[in-house]
T-cell receptor, first 113, second 110 residues
C-alpha cells in the first residue's frame, strides 16, 4: 500500500483479555518497528524486525508482550492478559534498508477497562 | 532516564510570533531527526540532520544540529495555526532503532 496501515484504529478490551494489533508496512520496506506512546510520554521502543527476524526485543515490557512478522511483511503485536497500564497508542513504522527516516502508521489506541 | 530532553514541554503562542524548541542530550548521535505529530496520526518526518553544525531550512522552519552532535534546535518563523502539533526529536545511536524525546506540544492561536 501507499502508507503504513494499522488495525484496528481503536480497541477497547477488558482487563485480562488478549489483544492482537496488526501492522501492514509499506511494500518493500524491510525494517519494521513497534513503539508505544502513553499520555505525556514520548515514543517508547518495543521491538524491531529486519525481515522476519527480531534482532532487538529489548523494549518489550514483559513476557505478556510478543510480536511476529511473516513473509517479511505484516506484523502482529500480541498482548496477553491485558492490564490497565497497557492502555496507550501503539505505533508501527517501517523503513527501507539503510534509510534513516521512518514512516509511521496512524496507530492503534488501546484502552483496557 | 530520558536520553533526549526536549524543551519546553508546552508552548502556546500567537500567530505571527517566532519560536525555538530544543532537543538536548549528553550522548553523541550519528544523526538526528525531527518529526511532527497531529492528533490521531503517527509522527511525520520533517528533516534529518547528519553533520555537526548543519543547518537545514524547510520553508519557515530552520533546524540546527549542534557542533558536538549532542543537541538540536527547531526555529519557526511567523508561526501559523497549521504549525500546531507535537514536535518530536529522535536520535540515531549506532545501529539501534530511533530514540525519541517526549516532544514539545505547540499551539498556535489565530
Amino acid at each position: 500500500g501507499a502508507g503504513v496501515s494499522q488495525s484496528p484504529s481503536n480497541k477497547v478490551t477488558e482487563k485480562g483479555k488478549d489483544v492482537e494489533l496488526r501492522c501492514d508496512p509499506i511494500s518493500g520496506h524491510t525494517a519494521l518497528y513497534w513503539y508505544r506512546q502513553s499520555l505525556g510520554q514520548g515514543l517508547e521502543f518495543l521491538i524491531y524486525f529486519q525481515g522476519n527476524s527480531a534482532p532487538d526485543k529489548s523494549g518489550l515490557p514483559s513476557d505478556r508482550f510478543s510480536a511476529e512478522r511473516t513473509g517479511g511483511s505484516v506484523s502482529t503485536l500480541t498482548i496477553q492478559r491485558t492490564q490497565q497500564e497497557d492502555s496507550a497508542v501503539y505505533l508501527c513504522a517501517s523503513s527501507r534498508e539503510g534509510a534513516r527516516g521512518y514512516t509511521f502508521g496512524s496507530g492503534t489506541r488501546l484502552t483496557v477497562v | 532516564t530520558q536520553l533526549l530532553e526536549q524543551s519546553p514541554q508546552f508552548l502556546s503562542i500567537q500567530e505571527g510570533e517566532n519560536l525555538t524548541v530544543y532537543c538536548n542530550s549528553s550522548s553523541v548521535f550519528s544523526s538526528l531527526q525531527w518529526y511532527r505529530q497531529e492528533p490521531g496520526e503517527g509522527p511525520v518526518l520533517l528533516v534529518t540532520v547528519v553533520t555537526g553544525g548543519e543547518v537545514k531550512k524547510l520553508k519557515r522552519l530552520t533546524f540546527q544540529f549542534g557542533d558536538a552532535r549532542k543537541d538540536s534546535s527547531l526555529h519557526i518563523t511567523a508561526a501559523q495555526p497549521g504549525d500546531t502539533g507535537l514536535y518530536l526529536c529522535a536520535g540515531v545511536l549506532g545501529n539501534t532503532p530511533l530514540v525519541f524525546g517526549k516532544g514539545t506540544r505547540l499551539s498556535v492561536i489565530a
